[in-house]
């Protein structure tokens, strides 16, 4: 597998849970009922891609760190 940057814009976030629903070894929700990333997530790469391609605002971005490419959301 890829090594993945995975960030989350927080100011987009609205706290719908769809990530930590499909992936909750990787992502979480924090008292403010915004997304957090695992410091060390969990879950496999399609769970993570399936947790990012469910987010209702596209706040989180996955990106391969060994090329660059950002895989979602898709530019």
């Known amino acids: 597998m ?3 940057k995975i960030t989350i ?3 987009e ?5 769809a990530c930590e629903g499909e992936a909750p070894d990787t992502f979480s ?6 997304a957090v990333v695992a ?3 969990g879950d496999d790469f399609e ?3 399936a947790a990012a391609e469910a987010c209702p605002t596209e706040c989180i971005k996955v ?3 060994e090329t660059g ?5 898709k530019e």
């Not at 976030?13 to 849970?17: L, V």
């Not at 929700?29 to 915004?34: C, H, N, R, Y």
């Not at 490419?69 to 959301?73: D, K, M, S, T, V």
């Open 63 to 65: 990106i391969d760190t």
């Open 29 to 34: 929700m924090d008292d403010d009922a915004k």
């Open 13 to 17: 976030c609205i706290g719908d849970g």
């Open 69 to 73: 490419e950002q895989l979602c959301p």
């Open 9 to 11: 814009d927080r100011d």
């Open 47 to 49: 769970t993570i891609m």
């Open 39 to 41: 410091e060390t997530p």
């Open 2 to 4: 890829s090594k993945l």
